[in-house]
């Protein structure tokens, strides 16, 4: 588990939406910035990602991850499996550490170094230092209430924020649709 940030993908109503917040700590102890944003809008906007990690990290992935895109003319799931295979096994990309989410209008991908592409089975993923309460809040929002993918992606990671000291109230939301 990565400390220093939390992610959160939500797909409901024909809508997907990835939150992140914006704390980024130093060690242990130190917040550095307050103000990051973790989520970007990739392959020409059709596609929304959101990182934990180290940042320089993540930036090299989400380079990878676009020469994969359009590679594959914008299919998610095979740029996906692409990166994955080529992060597990080349000896430079085997370093990095961080997890990526990456979602279309169809489809939303947790990818890690390990070779993992997990595609989640309710449309809720999180990663990063509160994943799992922003996961717990999101699931429960999604059942239960009748919050629109955005709002609910928005909240779960405040609920987050509220746990969890890695994780700030700076948040970050784009959509998909």
Known sequence: MFQGTTIVAVRKGGKTAIAGDGQVTFGQNTVMKQTANKIRRLYEGRIISGFAGSVADAFTLFTRFEEKLKQSGGNLTKAGVELARDWRSDKVLRKLEALLIVADREKML?????????????????IGSGGAYALAAARALVRHTDMEAEEIARQALSIAADICIYTNHHITVETIA
Do not use: F, K, Q, R
């Open 110 to 126: 947790l990818i890690s170094g390990n070779g993992e592409l997990i595609e989640p089975d309710d449309g809720v993923t999180a």
